[in-house]
């Protein structure tokens, strides 16, 4: 009953909820981009990263090979190494944990455990959170996969370009500042004048390195970057800071 009543776990569980529901999505799409239950399943099984199964199997989609796949996904995970530098400074995982923790460590788990003053609702918002999307993302992505296989051809139904599309919806509503739509913006029309010269899956690896270019140069405020899916404080600031703070961030 103690570990129901933390306000970590309590912010794990609903995060969990939110974010699990997205399985949906990524299981129906990647079976209709073309891969089959079982390599969709070890996907979210092993890879376990949303932003970066969306880019493979946009790729898939589009007609690019594997290691154009593999290496659009890799990019976008790479900020999950970073989590996980902070988060094991933080929580001192030891022996199998450390393993554990490793691959539960994503943009909703980071952000619930460092969302936290106390070491121990530290720990607790973690494992609440990483579990506990591990497991219904898995679930859901089950689901989606399920259904996805009965719809047959995906240009069929208009699904071809899916997979992109909802990778656009996860990414932008997460863009925190100017400069990070502007280098969107940026990269996506590097991608659109690639497209007629390079390969498939290509385009995207050349989006990916003019923002490396720009980000190297550039020199954004520290409290610009991404966001997670899903902000699991947004109410609590809200309370904190209430209506004058937020004229006072608009004016």
């Known amino acids: 009953m103690k570990l129901l009543s933390s306000p970590a776990v309590k912010v794990g569980i609903s995060i969990s909820i939110a974010t699990g529901l997205y399985g949906v ?9 073309g891969l089959d239950f079982w390599q969709t399943m ?32 890799t990019l976008l995970g790479m900020r999950n190494g970073i989590y996980g530098m902070q988060l094991n400074a933080l929580l001192h995982p030891t022996g199998w944990r450390k ?8 943009d909703e788990s980071t952000a619930t455990s460092t969302g936290q003053t106390d070491p121990d609702e530290q720990r607790r918002g973690f494992w609440a959170a990483g579990i506990g999307i591990y497991v219904l993302w898995n679930l859901f992505t089950a689901v989606g996969a399920l259904a996805g296989a009965g719809l047959g051809d995906p240009r069929q139904w208009g699904l071809d370009g ?10 932008w509503p997460r863009l925190k500042g100017r400069e990070p739509v502007a280098i969107a913006v940026v990269c996506a029309l590097a991608t659109v004048l690639a ?4 390969p498939a899956g290509v385009p995207i690896l050349i989006a990916a390195v003019v923002a490396a270019v720009i980000g190297w140069f550039s020199h954004g405020r520290s409290d610009e970057g991404l966001e997670p899916d899903v902000d699991p ?13 937020s004229r006072k961030a608009g004016a």
């Open 195 to 198: 497209v007629p010269f390079v």
């Open 42 to 73: 070890a996907l979210s099984l092993l890879l376990f990263s949303g932003g970066s199964q969306f880019a493979f199997i946009g790729v898939v989609a589009g007609g690019g090979s594997g290691v154009a796949a593999m290496s659009a996904a």
């Open 233 to 245: 404080y947004a109410e609590h600031h809200h309370r904190q800071h209430g209506p004058a703070a």
């Open 25 to 33: 999505s990524f299981g129906a799409l990647s079976v209709t981009s």
């Open 99 to 106: 393993y554990v923790a490793a691959q539960l460590t994503i």
């Open 162 to 171: 899916a997979a992109v599309a909802a990778f656009l919806a996860l990414l």
